[in-house]
């Protein structure tokens, strides 16, 4: 399969590295220092994967004409220059592995519908001081047709994939994990960002995860009022939190090691 990655930080690094070393052809479009050292010293990785692969890396979109794939892995805020160079590029299919509910939005917006799906990748990685990325968890690459249902390219894609070492699944409710994961994410990187503590602290205190819970439930309020139902999905099981503040739940996750309710409150 000819695959297009865009952007070589931690996340497009690691798809890179696996995808290429796995026999797929690959191309990888960086900008800057990070696309210097990558063509000089190919992609190494650390980690639960430890390899070196060399791969193309490009500095021009505009080189780039075709692809079976284009995998955006970007930083959301730079969505919109990073895809402007990319409108004359002819695909079968974009995907893209950023958190947030309007990346398909601005994907069908250059490539058209037809030609995007959803995503969400439940992974992590770091790019290391001296240049190597370190993959710290593979957790599954959940890809799906938005409107539904498993076509037979999400098949194809997947298996290239799980080929390559990154552990994959054909959703058929692909919008359903992506708010799940977004709304999961949207209070805890708040509150990150706010008391710049560790996840597990912040989860722990009896306030910080109040707020932590009411902000989940209200931005849950705009899928509901979408029609977009939630899921449990690890390392926070959105649907089970959401409308019952009472029952009480253990994470299943080494963040949590006390009974939290579902509001998100420590219970001693």
Not at 152 to 179: C, M
Not at 194 to 221: D, G, N, Q, V, Y
């Amino acid at each position: 399969m000819k695959i297009a990655v865009l952007g070589a930080g931690a996340t497009g690094s690691i798809l890179a590295a696996h995808l290429k070393k796995s026999g797929e052809d690959v191309v990888l479009m960086a900008r800057g220092r990070r696309a210097a050292f990558l063509q000089e010293h190919g992609i190494t990785v650390k980690g639960l994967s430890e390899f070196s692969v060399s791969c193309p890396v490009v500095t021009d979109p505009g080189s780039v004409e075709d692809a079976d794939l284009l995998l955006v892995t970007v930083k959301t805020y730079d969505t919109a220059s990073a895809l402007e160079g990319l409108h004359h590029m002819k695909l079968s299919a974009a995907i893209s592995v950023q958190n947030g509910v309007i990346k398909n939005d601005q994907l069908s917006a250059v490539f058209g519908r037809d030609k995007t799906l959803g995503g969400a990748f439940f992974s992590s990685g770091e790019v290391d001081a001296d240049g190597s990325v370190r993959f710290t968890l593979n957790q599954c690459f959940y890809v799906g047709e938005p409107a539904g249902g498993i076509s037979r390219r999400v098949a194809e894609i997947v298996k290239v994939l799980e080929k390559s070492g990154i552990k994959a699944q054909a959703s058929d409710s692909i919008q359903s994990i992506e708010w799940s994961k977004f709304i999961s994410w949207l209070g805890m990187m708040s509150l990150s960002v706010l008391t710049r503590m560790e996840t597990h602290k912040f989860l722990s205190h009896p306030e910080t995860a109040l707020i932590c819970a009411r902000m989940m439930k209200e931005s849950a309020t705009v899928a509901k009022h979408l029609g977009i139902e939630l899921e449990d999905r690890p390392p926070f099981p959105i649907r089970s939190i959401l409308p019952t503040p009472t029952q009480m739940i253990r994470f299943n996750h080494p963040y949590f090691s006390e009974p939290v309710s579902k509001t998100g409150v420590v219970r001693k």
